[in-house]
């Protein structure tokens, strides 16, 4: 196990910091605007802000990680990426073929969701089988 983060590990996180900040303010401060220019089919405001709120704890864990240098800091935001991650595409799947209406919205955020996830995969798998 090495004890130091990688560099591609921090640059992770700062990625992934950017990118969930970006949803985050967008479902937590436009929810409604999201609606009506992806044409999701429904809209919940609250449940929407919330998950924005969840993007913004995120993306402040990401930004609390890549500021780390230690593995033994941060490999519980590694796992708890790949765990999130990981039913985020099983849902979105679901939704994708669920929908009565296909939705590239679903399938763009799908192939986010599973970089990410192969991303923080690979990374644990790296941090921890080193020698």
Request: charged share 10%; net charge negative.
């Amino acid at each position: 196990m090495k004890e130091e983060i990688s560099k591609l590990l921090k640059i992770g996180f700062l990625v992934h910091f950017f990118v969930s900040a970006i949803f985050g303010l967008i479902f937590l401060v436009v929810v409604e605007s999201y609606v009506i220019i992806t044409s999701w089919p429904y809209l919940d405001p609250v449940t929407g802000r919330i998950l924005g709120a969840v993007f913004i704890g995120l993306a402040v864990a990401s930004l609390l990680a890549w500021r780390e240098t230690k593995w033994a800091h941060v490999k519980i935001i590694v796992q708890m990426e790949i765990v999130w991650l990981a039913i985020g595409t099983v849902v979105h799947i679901w939704a994708g073929i669920m929908f009565p209406v296909p939705l590239i919205i679903i399938w763009l955020q799908t192939a986010l969701l599973i970089f990410f996830l192969v991303a923080f995969s690979w990374f644990y798998y790296d941090q921890e089988m080193a020698d």
